[in-house]
Nanobody, 115 residues
Framework: QVQLVESGGGLVQPGGSLRLSCAAS????????MGWYRQAPGKLRELVAV???????NYADSVEGRFTISRDNSKNMVYLQMNRLKPEDTAVYYC?????????WGQGTQVTVSS
């Protein structure tokens, strides 16, 4: 099984930046998709960005141009660089690993954008 641990969340002012990290351990697989999702209070969990083991990326329209997902295969890490943050980006952010027909979630990290 894969274990995922997110870090890097916190409180930031509008317009600020944060970088989230997701450390993966266990049976990572050589072919996988990893993604960042978020869930705001009272809302459904939504896709933020995904990256494949081959390096292809995809972003939600709401974060395109502001967020960047990246990975370091040698360290089994996935990152989410978040710039120009807005109050509506406030949510719990989750890391997800999908491979071999199975998915695993991390425990989440809170991001709060507020002045």
């Amino acid at each position: 099984q894969v274990q995922l641990v997110e870090s890097g969340g916190g409180l930031v002012q509008p317009g600020g930046s944060l970088r989230l990290s997701c450390a993966a351990s266990g049976n990572i697989w050589s072919i996988y998709v990893m993604g960042w999702y978020r869930q705001a209070p009272g809302k459904l969990r939504e896709l933020v960005a995904v990256i494949t083991s081959g390096g292809s990326t995809n972003y939600a329209d709401s974060v395109e141009g502001r967020f960047t997902i990246s990975r370091d295969n040698s360290k089994n890490m996935v990152y989410l660089q978040m710039n120009r943050l807005k109050p509506e980006d406030t949510a719990v952010y989750y890391c997800k690993h999908t491979a071999g027909g199975q998915s695993r979630w991390g425990q989440g990290t809170q991001v709060t954008v507020s002045s």
